[in-house]
């Protein structure tokens, strides 16, 4: 529908229009146009009708926040974009996917005729101010995206990144996904959220240098020398987090979340400086020790193998 025929709608309908990218729902087309009008644009190919109750006011392809309105009017009552739907309608970058998220309330029942892409969650824990009041389409606040998003992850590590992510990028603060977490006793990976919201605010560092001992205890290494000091290439001092002498080998553990660029190429220009000076350096997460400590092991235990 081009702007010349918006002029000739009535200037309730053509503002919904403007407001909504241009989909409505059936009951509101019909009210403002009339019944049989709708069944003729429809008809005749000037709208179409992407799934029951909804309609969209032009014949071209659908984008994402088209697929967006059409999801949220679909559903009814009560329903709201959330997670990473939610999340990247206000900003969230480098997590892309093709499903539309929905929340609802757990009492409420949804249209079955719903599109294949679109995926309903319930909860039971949904008071107004978890939802936005006036970004549209209407959709839960950012950090309760967010930590929603956490725990719908089809991994682990999704849920951790996409945390790491939503402070990293200003979104949110750590205190705001706490404050959602201590609202939610259920939720599913609780406490996974819980311990990497102390990793991304940066507690976690005296509980990451315990966790690396009891791993090359458990896995049957080499104690390193910890906190080892180290001239870098330039003769400055480098406090390493484990190191094997004979090997050669620098191990550090992040304990916290890089929320800028300019910490993050700090550290990479401290392993080069390492790197130059001769030694070998692996650097991990403090989740990676905690959670995938095979892992870590096996990249450890490489490389004193290969110092043999």
Same mark, same amino acid.
């Given at each position: 529908m081009s702007v010349r025929d918006d002029e000739k709608l009535p200037v309730?309908?053509? #503002?919904?229009? *403007?407001? &909504?990218?241009?989909v409505v729902s059936v009951a509101d087309a019909v009210s403002c146009l009339g019944r049989a009008h709708?069944?003729?644009?429809? #008809?005749?190919? *000037?709208? &179409?009708?992407?799934c029951r109750g909804v309609v969209v006011t032009f014949s071209g392809p659908l984008a994402r926040e088209h697929d967006e309105w059409v999801a949220v009017l679909a559903a009814g009552r009560s329903a709201v974009?959330?997670?990473?739907?939610a999340a990247r309608l206000d900003g969230l970058a480098g997590f892309g996917g093709q499903q539309v998220h929905l929340l609802v309330p757990a009492s409420r029942r949804v249209r079955r005729h719903l599109p294949p892409d679109v995926l309903v969650h319930r909860s039971r824990v949904l008071p107004p101010d978890s939802v936005?009041?006036?970004?549209?389409?209407?959709?839960?606040?950012?950090?309760?995206s967010l930590v929603d998003a956490a725990s719908w992850m089809g991994t682990d590590n999704g849920a951790r990144a996409v945390l790491a992510a939503g402070v990293q990028q200003r979104?949110?603060?750590?205190?705001?996904?706490r404050a959602v977490l201590d609202s939610r006793p259920a939720l599913r990976r609780r406490r996974l959220i819980a311990v990497t919201l102390g990793d991304i605010a940066g507690g976690a560092e005296a509980l990451s240098e315990l966790d690396f001992c009891r791993l090359t205890r458990r896995f049957g290494l080499p104690e390193p020398d910890r906190q080892a000091f180290r001239p870098d290439a330039d003769g400055r001092k480098r406090w390493l987090?484990?190191?094997?002498?004979?090997a050669r080998l620098v191990a550090e553990v992040d304990?916290?979340?890089?929320?800028?660029?300019?910490?993050?190429w700090a550290d990479m220009r401290r392993d080069n400086d390492l790197t130059v000076s001769g030694l070998r350096v692996l650097r991990f997460p403090a989740f990676a020790v905690r959670d995938?400590?095979?892992i870590v092991a096996a990249q450890i235990r490489a490389v004193l193998g290969d110092a043999r």
């Amino acid at each position: 529908m081009s702007v010349r025929d918006d002029e000739k709608l009535p200037v309730r309908f053509a #503002a919904l229009l *403007q407001r &909504q990218s241009h989909v409505v729902s059936v009951a509101d087309a019909v009210s403002c146009l009339g019944r049989a009008h709708v069944r003729w644009m429809v #008809a005749s190919g *000037q709208w &179409q009708r992407p799934c029951r109750g909804v309609v969209v006011t032009f014949s071209g392809p659908l984008a994402r926040e088209h697929d967006e309105w059409v999801a949220v009017l679909a559903a009814g009552r009560s329903a709201v974009l959330a997670g990473l739907s939610a999340a990247r309608l206000d900003g969230l970058a480098g997590f892309g996917g093709q499903q539309v998220h929905l929340l609802v309330p757990a009492s409420r029942r949804v249209r079955r005729h719903l599109p294949p892409d679109v995926l309903v969650h319930r909860s039971r824990v949904l008071p107004p101010d978890s939802v936005h009041p006036l970004r549209l389409p209407t959709r839960t606040r950012p950090a309760r995206s967010l930590v929603d998003a956490a725990s719908w992850m089809g991994t682990d590590n999704g849920a951790r990144a996409v945390l790491a992510a939503g402070v990293q990028q200003r979104l949110v603060r750590v205190e705001d996904l706490r404050a959602v977490l201590d609202s939610r006793p259920a939720l599913r990976r609780r406490r996974l959220i819980a311990v990497t919201l102390g990793d991304i605010a940066g507690g976690a560092e005296a509980l990451s240098e315990l966790d690396f001992c009891r791993l090359t205890r458990r896995f049957g290494l080499p104690e390193p020398d910890r906190q080892a000091f180290r001239p870098d290439a330039d003769g400055r001092k480098r406090w390493l987090d484990a190191y094997w002498d004979r090997a050669r080998l620098v191990a550090e553990v992040d304990g916290r979340w890089h929320m800028d660029a300019h910490a993050w190429w700090a550290d990479m220009r401290r392993d080069n400086d390492l790197t130059v000076s001769g030694l070998r350096v692996l650097r991990f997460p403090a989740f990676a020790v905690r959670d995938q400590p095979e892992i870590v092991a096996a990249q450890i235990r490489a490389v004193l193998g290969d110092a043999r």
